[in-house]
C-alpha cells in the first residue's frame, strides 16, 4: 500500500497501483516524503476527493492501536501498533527530584561556606518566622531567601505528569495517522474500569467502602496486627519503620501486601546490605503496582474523547467499550491482538463488512526527543587507589552496592590506628564528579529516534555516543556504528515507524 499526499498537503486515498506510483516518481510528478509506510507527494494539481473511512483506536497504556477502514466495506487502509515510554515517565521524574534536590542543597552549602568565610553566619540556630506564616522555621547557620513569589496553584484540569503524556502520546498518534491517511470517523474504545470489581468480582453495595484496612486506624496498625507487633526479618524486635519490599521506582505498589513491619537496625541492612534484602522478598513476595495503568486510562479517558472531538467534530466520533469489542473478536474468529481491536473496532460502524482481513501492522515505537536534566544531573565521585576504585562517593547512595567512603573508613578503623587510617584515605586519588553538559540536538548529527540509511537497509537510532559520532541502532544494540557510515534520511519524530 502507497500513501498519498496532494500537492496541498491533504491525504488522499492510499494506492495499490505500484505501477503508476513508479511512473509519476520517475517523471518528477511525485516526490517520496517517507519510506515507511511508504509515502509520496503528488507536484501537480489534482482532485482531492476521498472515500468516506472510519479509524478505529484500541487504547492502552503500554501499547496503542490505530487501524483505518473503508466505511462502504470495512477494506483495511491502515493499521499500526504504538509502543509507548510512559512507564518511563515516573522514573525520569523521580529523577529530576532528586537531581534539583541536590542541586539546591549544594547551592546553600556554597552559600554556607562564604557565610562562614567572612565570619556572617548564625553560630547557633536559630528560629525564624516569615511574614505571612504563623509557625517558625528553624534556620541554621543562613536565613534561608524569601520566596519572591508563589506558583504552587494547579489549573482547572491539570493531570500528573504521567497521565499528560499518555493523554498527548494518544492525540500525537492520531495526527500523525491522519497525515497520511483521510480520516471521516473515529471510533474510541472508552476505558472504564471499576477496579474494585477486577480485584474481587462478587463485591457489590455497602462492601465497596470496606477496604483491607477497614476497622484499622492506619497502614502501620493493620501490619503491627499482621505481624503481631514483631519485626517480619528478625522476629524479635517490634516494628518501628515500614519498608516497601519492592520498591516503588521499581514499579512496587502501596498496598500493604508490598510493605513489611520492621525494626530500625533490620531496615538499615535491608537498605545497605543485598543478602538481607533478598531474604526479606523471600520471606515475602513484593506486589507489582495493581491497576495502575487502569487508573491513568480511567483519567486521561474524558479529557482524550473530548481532544478527539475538537479535532473530528462532535458528530463525527463514537463510543465503544472492551466488552463489546471481546464479543465482536470471538464472532469473527480473530486473535487477541492490539491492532485486531482496533481493526474490530473500526469495523463497528461499516455499513456493510465483505470480508475480515488479516492484518500485518506497521510498529511504532516512541522516542525520547529532549534530555533537559543532564544539565543538572549529580555524577558520582570514586576513590582509587591505583587504577582500583575503592569506594564511591562520600556516603552511600540509594541502591548503591559498592562501598561508600564512610563504610571504608570504618572497616579500616578497628584495624589501624586512627592517624593511620586518615593517612590511608588521603592518599587516595579523588576522581571528582564532573558535571556533563548536554550537548544541543542541533549540534549532534544523528540523534536518537533517528532513520538512517545503513549498508543499504532503513534503521532507527537506540542511542548515541561520543556526541553523536558513534550509533546504536534498534535491530542492533551492541554493535558501535560510525555516523560517518550512515546516511540521515529522517530526524527524531517522537513517534517513528520501526
Known amino acids: 500500500m502507497v500513501y498519498v499526499i496532494s500537492q496541498n498537503g491533504k491525504p488522499l486515498m492510499p494506492t495499490n497501483n505500484n505501477g503508476k506510483v513508479r511512473i509519476l516518481l520517475k517523471s518528477k510528478k511525485a516526490k517520496i516524503i517517507d519510506y515507511k509506510p511508504f509515502t509520496i507527494q503528488l507536484l501537480y494539481k489534482t482532485t482531492e476527493y ?13 501499547h496503542i492501536a490505530i487501524t483505518v477502514v473503508k466505511k462502504d466495506n470495512g477494506e483495511v487502509l491502515f493499521s499500526s501498533e504504538l ?36 565570619n556572617a553566619y548564625y553560630k547557633n540556630a536559630r528560629n525564624v518566622t516569615e511574614s505571612g506564616t504563623k509557625l517558625s522555621v528553624t534556620v541554621k547557620y543562613i536565613k534561608k531567601k524569601k520566596a519572591k513569589f508563589s506558583n504552587r496553584k494547579r489549573p482547572a484540569g491539570w493531570l500528573t505528569p504521567t497521565a499528560n503524556q499518555l493523554l498527548e502520546t494518544h492525540i ?25 470489581k477486577l480485584k474481587d468480582p462478587t463485591i457489590s453495595g455497602e ?6 484496612l477497614y476497622g484499622y486506624l492506619n497502614m502501620k496498625a493493620f501490619i503491627s496486627n499482621r505481624q503481631k507487633g514483631k519485626c517480619l526479618l528478625c522476629g524479635k524486635n517490634h516494628i518501628e519503620q515500614l519498608h516497601h519490599v519492592k520498591e516503588r521506582h521499581e514499579e512496587g505498589s502501596e498496598r500493604h501486601s508490598n510493605i513489611a513491619g520492621l525494626c530500625k537496625k533490620c531496615h538499615d541492612k535491608v537498605h545497605k546490605f543485598p543478602k538481607y534484602n533478598n531474604k526479606l522478598k523471600a520471606l515475602m513476595e513484593g506486589a507489582d503496582k495493581q491497576f495502575n495503568s487502569t487508573s491513568i486510562l480511567n483519567t486521561i479517558m474524558p479529557y482524550l474523547y473530548k481532544g478527539i472531538q475538537g479535532i473530528f467534530g462532535e458528530d463525527n466520533v463514537f463510543k465503544t467499550y472492551g466488552y463489546i469489542t471481546k464479543a465482536d473478536r470471538i464472532n469473527l474468529g480473530l486473535d487477541k491482538t492490539h491492532y485486531n481491536d482496533s481493526y474490530i473496532i473500526a469495523l463497528s460502524r461499516v455499513n456493510n463488512i465483505t470480508t475480515v482481513n488479516n492484518i500485518i501492522p506497521y510498529k511504532y515505537m516512541q522516542f525520547r526527543r529532549h534530555n533537559r536534566q543532564l544539565v543538572d544531573a549529580i555524577r558520582d565521585r570514586y576513590y582509587k587507589d591505583g587504577i582500583v576504585t575503592i569506594a564511591r562517593n ?12 564512610k ?7 578497628p584495624l589501624y590506628p586512627k592517624k593511620e587510617v586518615y593517612q590511608r584515605i588521603s592518599n587516595l586519588k579523588v576522581v571528582p564528579s564532573i558535571k556533563r553538559y548536554k550537548t544541543s540536538i542541533k549540534n549532534i548529527s544523528v540523534p536518537y529516534g533517528s532513520v538512517v540509511l545503513y549498508n543499504g537497509e532503513r534503521h532507527i537510532v537506540k542511542g548515541t555516543f561520543n556526541k553523536g559520532k558513534n550509533l546504536r541502532l534498534v535491530d542492533k544494540p551492541s554493535e558501535n556504528i560510525n555516523f560517518k557510515n550512515v546516511r540521515l534520511l529522517q530526524r527524531n519524530t517522537g513517534i517513528v515507524c520501526i
Open 172 to 196: 500525537n498518534y492520531i495526527n500523525k495517522v491522519r497525515k497520511i491517511v483521510p480520516i471521516s470517523e473515529v471510533v474510541v474504545e472508552y476505558a472504564k474500569f471499576d477496579m474494585q
Open 50 to 62: 476521498v472515500e468516506p473511512t472510519i479509524l478505529g483506536m484500541d487504547t492502552g497504556r503500554k
Open 207 to 212: 462492601e465497596y467502602q470496606e477496604g483491607d
Open 394 to 405: 562520600r556516603n552511600k547512595r540509594t541502591d548503591q552496592l559498592e562501598p561508600s567512603l
Open 407 to 413: 563504610e571504608y573508613k570504618e572497616e579500616l578503623l
Open 83 to 118: 509502543t509507548t515510554r510512559n512507564n518511563d515517565i515516573p522514573k525520569l521524574m523521580k529523577t529530576r527530584k532528586q537531581n534539583r534536590t541536590l542541586r539546591r542543597h549544594f547551592r546553600r552549602q556554597r552559600k554556607v561556606r562564604i557565610a562562614k568565610k567572612n
